[in-house]
């Protein structure tokens, strides 16, 4: 492979685009909208000085983090059993395609009563993001065990529960994991609107208050911020996947990606 | 020191030891504001000198502290008198002093942008007039247009959340009027086409801010408002000598930029007390609202103030007189 | 006759088998009064064309699927769930192999399910391993190997749980012409070997007569039955090109072709 | 099929179940924490009286068409160009895994600047929450095309032109189609951020103006709205795929769903 | 040599195929010095086991691929694309048939990419429909045929843009060994009739013998080539259990086993 085709493939050129073409846009327009990479650049430098742009970054992903974990756990077992028992999966199939039209956003009042202002209602605003992705995805997965596998498993003394433990759960692996994986994005996405209200700290709680004190480029910091969070914290897990589970069939990489050979 | 929740039944023993901090849990606003009496009384320790453990949690708008307080998430909440007005109706809430009052100088600072083909009221007459949502503005708008003879339905409201917006729209023509105060006037002075008409005290309305508590609170704890209020005497009496520390605060805490905040304290006319005008101004709002048919709670108004605190504290500026 | 019902002889009587869609308005009748005996270390092989009902009759000694009418047992014993006295040797060793254990772990997960110390495991899982001939490839992963060394994994998991009985639906139709012949075979040596009961399944009729002691074809579907037992006295290896095992091969053909 | 499985099957147990489930919770409660489902109707009727409820679902609900339709319009193209320019592939997928962390929200300010405080920015902004999801997928079914299609049509003479017209596109159908009815969801989900800013009327500005009055009743009937809308949507767009597009190989239901048989 | 090539035959000389790894360090020699000279009309079968680089081959011949070395031509033309001239029926139907086409949308998609008028498109795929033996199934989908019906439409889909040369890669292989059987019949039948030639791959020595006027042996990869070519002096229809057929058989199977 040669040297231009690495550089390709290591998404370089296309931040230097990105760069350049950002950089164009925002000549001609008022910094106050539009700024410039340099612009917003500087604005990084001023948040960074006191440290408090990482504080703001490590509380978000904290609370993304703590949601995503929790949102999972929690939706991981109810996929299994929709999977698993058709009468359940009957039950609540039209309840869950119901409710998952209903944006995180339009619960922040809601939680802010039911769980207060603090931590709670933020991470369970994410919870919430990450929830119906990571159940629809598993119960698909459950779904599409081979019939093969299961009645193996069951003709050599396997009883339900240890079908359930060794054969549907390491074959639906592959599906759990692209569902947390889309689910980091949509926890990524409902941040903003968990640190709407009554926050002190974190990214959303920066881009939204810059918002009322109209410091546009501080915005673009939380933006750049945001992007550059889920695009680490994608690839990481794509790597941690394609390294810790690769048994169970995940490979590499970020879900959608393309590379030059 | 260990703490202290300020539960009903312990009220008179927490009061009584001045030892025992009493927690009280304070929800504030960051936007134009921004209520720094609040955070300087904080950060310098006036609300502990007074045996106070302050928790601040803060809300884009005073709206969101009023609904805090009314899902009693919070022990405080602050209002303008129009939002104030029309949430006193609902849950338990007390106004236990002004915050703010509209002086010449800060009258001064909130301004009416409008675009170039507006130059006397008349001209109002068809426009779009940016109004912020859930704010005193929606007042403002209504006063000054009664006050110009003009019927609301001849004009067109654009609601919109945040500055940038109409910002955005104004220059953008989407918008034809709005108000604006404190730190963003400079800016939106930079915008082609647009200029200040008029200041906020030609739309005839003094606007005013109050502190408003859980009625509750109020009752058990009276002894605990006093001394917020007299920390919060201490913070206002501070600021003025250190403008620079307060922007300071305001951005280790908040990440809000020390330019806008030091304007924004130019505009600000903070202040504690209660007077007649105080209630006489309020019952005038709150006949506007009825008239309008606004109002949906039915409540009367000399039930929701107690200013015995106020007056424990800082007994000269409490002369109303229930 | 259940007093002299042998253990682990299959009896089926009069079997019918019937599929109904969602609505159970549309009835499908695959077999309709099937009757057949394998009798005790027997190679019996399925013969009939596609669709015709072999995989669901396997899968109904297997106990995977339940008749509609009849009677189907093991010895005396009716056939009403799996059980690990029968194991199912499946067509395509991607859909029954767990990708996700090596083959070792593959072939002792059913040793795994009834708590045999790991010593023991080790000892059984390298015994077949070593009968299906893979031995040096015991960890590696299923998707490591190719579909002939696939099978031998299937083979080896089902006969280290020691099951009477082998049931094998078209293990080897996926595997190319040379790879099978091969697979054919070994299974024979291994059956040889075991002495287990095995009933095969194919739809090629080659295959059927290389390996079977006994053939019994299956009738066209709908309503399909076991229409025809040939009994094939040839020894063990059989020979493509010998007279009389082309002379069978004729006949059979023939058959189909009525 | 005997009744009870019918019944189960239309999800009207489900319904029942969760009214009764919600009256349950909701009666301990304080109806501005949690209205039940007399609350909420009440608040239903209060708001349908004068037509104001249904024109709000309408306006709100040609602003999501309009966006998804526009979002799938511009997506398609890009996701099959994608798909089939390795080099175009290389150089936008970091920047689309970067971008599409970013939540729709962030970009009110600027879309409002480019677009004005109307129609036009909302509608911009359900089209970029459409986006990414429609790209990616067109992009992943373009890459799923057997090569044995593309080879049999091209030595039948088809020129790269022709193959992609008469092979990428009806082969990729599902995909997009699949991406098209996860991209509804999202633009669902878009909603209430497009209708925060300068709305006058709309399901969104309906929830955010009642959460500033403190109308929990009103924001449920919002969310019931939202769900019912996305509900009622996604059934429709799957009946319509079943039908039109059965040939390209869509089946009916629900994205995610279960039966008993 | 340029002079006397005839217009359709294929010349294949000295040529050499080598894949590399996406990093290039890698490098998989899969063809070595192939020579073959196939003539035209002639049936030609290319046997070898699994991944010895027949597909390759076949696909280098199609034009889908490029080789790294060596000349590759029809008559005097060297071949570096795919051309109307040559078409390839595939392994798998379903990988390669248009599932959103009905049977004679399929058959007539070669004609409309050429714009032959829909009058004229309809006769020809009508006389291929029927020639291969689906008349009355022109309006379904491929879904809703069985694997046999779906080659055959395969076949009539190449056969109505009247290629020269006919390339088929283990067409059969998927097949159920009765249907296989009916199909190999009817290819021979089809192919007297066009008087096409064929190159047929597989790996199944009986039907390289069943089929092919002359087959080529390919050796085992890396570095195949066609080691041996059987010229098969045998009349069509041909018999399985002729002994001159047996007697190949087990020569050609002999030369495996070494
Ligand atoms: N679960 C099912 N529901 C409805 N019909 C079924 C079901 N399983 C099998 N059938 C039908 O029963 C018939 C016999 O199927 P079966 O799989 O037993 O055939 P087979 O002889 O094994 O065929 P093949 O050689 O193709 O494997 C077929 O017509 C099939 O469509
Ligand atoms: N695109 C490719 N990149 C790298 N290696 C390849 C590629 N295509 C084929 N090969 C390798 O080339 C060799 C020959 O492959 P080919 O598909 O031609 O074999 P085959 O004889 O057709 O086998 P089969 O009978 O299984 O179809 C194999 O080892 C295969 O792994
Ligand atoms: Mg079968
Ligand atoms: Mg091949």
Redesign the interface.
Known sequence: ?TFYKKL??S?V???I??LIGWQLLSVG?NP???PGPVHTFRGMIE?SQ?G?LFR?IGVSFARVLAGWVLGCAAAIPVGLL?GRV??I??????????????????????F???F??GETSKIVLIMYATLFIVI?NT??GVLSV?E??V?????????EW?ILL??II??T?PYIFTGMRLAM?TS??????AE?????EGVG????????????D??FV??FS??????VT?RLLGWFGSVALS???IVGG???????? | ASTQTAAPGAAAEVSANQQTPVKVRL?ID???GGSFQFRIAKDKGFFQKYGIEPE?????YGI?TV??LL?S??DTALAADYALINSLGKGNMTVVSALTRTNEKSAAKTLLFVRDNINKPEDFKGKKLGVAKGTVYEYVWAKYLEKNHIDEKEVKYVPYS???EA??SLQKGDMDAVWIGG??ID?FKTIKGVKSLIDVSGSGVNISSYLLLDSSFVKNNPDAVSSVLKALDEGIRYIPDHKEETAEVAF??????KD?VLEDLQSTNYTLGFTQEDFDHLQDVKQWVENKGILKDKYELKDKINIDPLKKALPETATYKP | MALLAKPKTIYIENVNKTFSDTSGANVHDVLRDVNLVVKEGEFFVLLGPSGCGKSTLLNMI???ISKTEGRLALGDEDIDK???D???V?Q?AD??L????TVRENVE??LR??KVPKTERNRISDEFIRLVGLSGHEDK?P?ALSGGMKQRVQLA?VLA?DPAILLMDEPFGALDAMTRRTMQKELIRIWRQTNKTVVFVTHDIQEALLLGERIGIMSIGPNSRISDVYDVRLPYPRDVADSRFLELLQAIENHFEE
Chains 1, 4 share one sequence.
């Open positions: 492979m390709l493939n998404g050129v296309t931040w685009i990105v327009s106050d909208f539009l948040l006191d408090s703001y929709m058709t009468v999966r009957t039950l609540t199939e039209p309840f869950i395609n119901f409710i998952r039209f209903i944006p995180p956003l339009a619960f922040i009042t809601l802010l009563l039911w207060g202002i629809l119960m698909t081979e093969d596998k009645r193996s498993a069951r003709s050599m003394g396997a009883s240890k060794h054969v390491p074959s692996v994005g990524f996405m409902a941040i903003i609107g709407m209200v009554a926050a002190n709680f920066m881009i939204w208050s810059s918002r009322l004190y109209f410091k546009t501080w915005i939380g933006l945001l992007g550059v969070m889920g695009f994608d048994r169970y069939g970020a879900v959608f990606r393309g590379k030059l050979k | 929800a960051t936007a134009a601040i949690s803060n809300f884009a969101d609904n805090a899902i998430k919070a945040t500055p940038d910002f955005v730190a963003l800016k280790k805490e908040l990440k809000l930029p806008r | 297997a106990g995977f799996p059980g690990s029968r194991a199912m499946f395509s859909a029954s767990f990708p996700w254990l997960f059913g399910m009834k992963f998707k998991r749980n």
